[in-house]
């Protein structure tokens, strides 16, 4: 049990995303927060990227070792799954607004 805890403690995020639009203490007006999203998305599209890359040099067979590009296929999975649950959450706020005005 101490081995499989001592494995799981040795994994370090490969990237940090940045504080979200919603913590940010920048002026509304300034567009900083939403200048943060669009950062977010452009991290999202190079995970694909890579995991793209990564597929096609495993099926060439360029590729020395798999284990990078299953890394990086679940990293752009799970990147994707969160992006999808917060823009879900975003329309849901929206329409709930939209409720409370009608």
């Known amino acids: 049990m101490s081995l499989a805890l001592t494995a799981v403690s040795a994994v370090s995020p490969t990237s940090f995303v ?3 639009a919603a913590t940010t203490a920048a002026d509304p007006a ?3 927060g ?3 999203v669009l950062g977010s998305i452009d991290q999202l599209q190079g ?3 890579t995991s793209n890359n ?3 040099q495993a099926v060439t067979g360029d590729l020395d ?3 990078d590009y299953t890394i990086a296929a679940a990293e ?3 990147a994707i799954e969160l992006t999808a649950a917060v823009r879900n959450k975003a329309v849901e706020a929206f329409s709930e607004i939209m409720r ?3």
Do not use: K, R, Y
Request: net charge negative; charged share 5%; proline share 4%.
């Open 30 to 32: 300034s567009g900083a």
């Open 76 to 78: 752009a999975s799970t």
């Open 100 to 102: 409370m005005q009608a």
């Open 18 to 20: 940045g504080p979200t």
């Open 65 to 67: 070792d798999i284990h």
């Open 54 to 56: 990564l597929a096609v």
């Open 47 to 49: 995970l694909q990227s």
């Open 34 to 36: 939403f200048a943060s």
